[in-house]
C-alpha cells in the first residue's frame, strides 16, 4: 500500500506522518512520533497495553490503522497526562500504592481509568472492576490498581467536600 501523509493530534501537538494507511496506529506513536509509553502486548486487542484516549475514549491502538483515525480527532497517550517530573494526581496514585510490578501494563490501566473517571466521576469498587477487566497484568498487581484507583477517587471527592 502507498505511503500517505495523515495528520494527527497528539497530545495537543499536530504531527504529519507519512505511512501506509493500514499502519497500526501503536506503531506511528511509538516509531515515527517516539511516544513509546503506549505498550505493545498482544497486538490483538486482548490486553490493553497499547491502549490510548482518542477523543475521551480508550481505544487499543494496536488494532487501529492509521487510516481509520479521523482528521481533528484527539489523540491522548500516557505522555499527554503527566511526565515524570509532574505526574498526574491518578499517576501519583498508581505510584503510592506500588500498583504495578514490572509497569508494562501500567500505561494502558491510567488510560483505562482515565477514560472511566471521565465518564464515571465517583465509581464505585465493583465499576472500577469492571471498567479495568479487560486490561491484563501479568504480574497479578490487579489489587493494588483497584486501590490506586479508589483512593484518587477518595481524594477528589474530598477535595470536593472540604
Ligand atoms: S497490544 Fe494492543 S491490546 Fe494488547
Ligand atoms: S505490572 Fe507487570 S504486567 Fe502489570
Redesign the pocket.
Known amino acids: 500500500m502507498a505511503k500517505q501523509t495523515f495528520n494527527l493530534n497528539v497530545n495537543g501537538k499536530n504531527y504529519n506522518v507519512k505511512v501506509e494507511p493500514d499502519e497500526p496506529l501503536?506503531w506511528v506513536l511509538r516509531d515515527d512520533l517516539k511516544l513509546t509509553g503506549s505498550?505493545?502486548?498482544?497486538?490483538?486487542?486482548?490486553?490493553?497495553?497499547?491502549?490510548v484516549l482518542i477523543d475521551g475514549v480508550a481505544r487499543?491502538?494496536?488494532?487501529i490503522h492509521v487510516g481509520n483515525v479521523s482528521q481533528g480527532q484527539k489523540i491522548i497517550t500516557i505522555e499527554g497526562l503527566g511526565t515524570l517530573d509532574n505526574l498526574s494526581p491518578l499517576q501519583k496514585a498508581f505510584v503510592d500504592h506500588t500498583a504495578f510490578c514490572c509497569g508494562f501494563c501500567t500505561p494502558?490501566m491510567i488510560i483505562t481509568a482515565t477514560a472511566l473517571l471521565a465518564r464515571t466521576p465517583n465509581p464505585s469498587r465493583e465499576e472500577i472492576i469492571q471498567a479495568m477487566d479487560l486490561n491484563?497484568c501479568r504480574c497479578g498487581s490487579y489489587i493494588n490498581i483497584i486501590e490506586a484507583i479508589e483512593s484518587f477517587v477518595k481524594d477528589q471527592w474530598r477535595g470536593k467536600s472540604e
Open positions: 501503536l505498550k505493545f502486548g498482544c497486538g490483538v486487542g486482548v490486553c490493553g497495553a497499547c491502549s487499543r491502538s494496536c488494532c494502558g491484563l
